[in-house]
């Protein structure tokens, strides 16, 4: 029975570092390893008709190093902190401005495309990390476990066309970088920013928790005014 977590964790490893190698060799947005290996291990699964509680078994584990993760990019921000105290206030205000847009923008798209209430309320906080995203969609009476879909597609989609829209918009300067990326599509984003560089990356961890943080307040506000 331990070698199927052990063969699991090996063949997610392979398949993200090839997939890694390959975005190194065509580094283009729909490339993008973290994207690119979760459509082949679901195509496996599929494929193979193996259970996703089976696939867990070892990829749990993998889960597991999330927090480890999240937490160690505050390495970054300490290694920045003198470039993040400088540019408090625009980071400040700029997380706020950031976090309304996120929760405004599913609001407005849902009521366009008449969705139900509690689809529309399970997306707004789909640009917060994954444990705060559940946490407030079951306070607000949304779906938590819609509401992590929903994150993972911002994530997603915003590690793989974020850096060419900022670039597109010729924002290249580290705190907009950062910012930017972080508010739209938290941890994804954020470790989409490291690769970019390590003050784009501290910007973006501070930005991920600021919206986490106005999004646990201004989610419940905005949704009791709007319904």
Known sequence: MILMPIFIICVTIFIFQFMKRIYNMFPTPLLVPITTSTVIIVTILMIGDIPYDTYMIGGKWIDGLLGPAVVALAYPLYQNFASVKAYFVPIFFGGIIGSSIAILSGIVLGIIFQLDKEIIVSLTPKSVTSPVAMEIAGVIGGIPSLAVVFVMIAGVFGAMFGPSILKMLKINHHIGMGMGLGAASHGIGTTRA??????????????????????????????????
């Open 194 to 227: 490291l690769e970019i560089g390590k003050r784009e990356a501290a910007i973006s961890s501070i930005s991920m928790i600021i919206s986490a943080v106005f999004s646990s307040i201004l989610c419940p506000i905005l949704i009791w005014l709007v319904f």
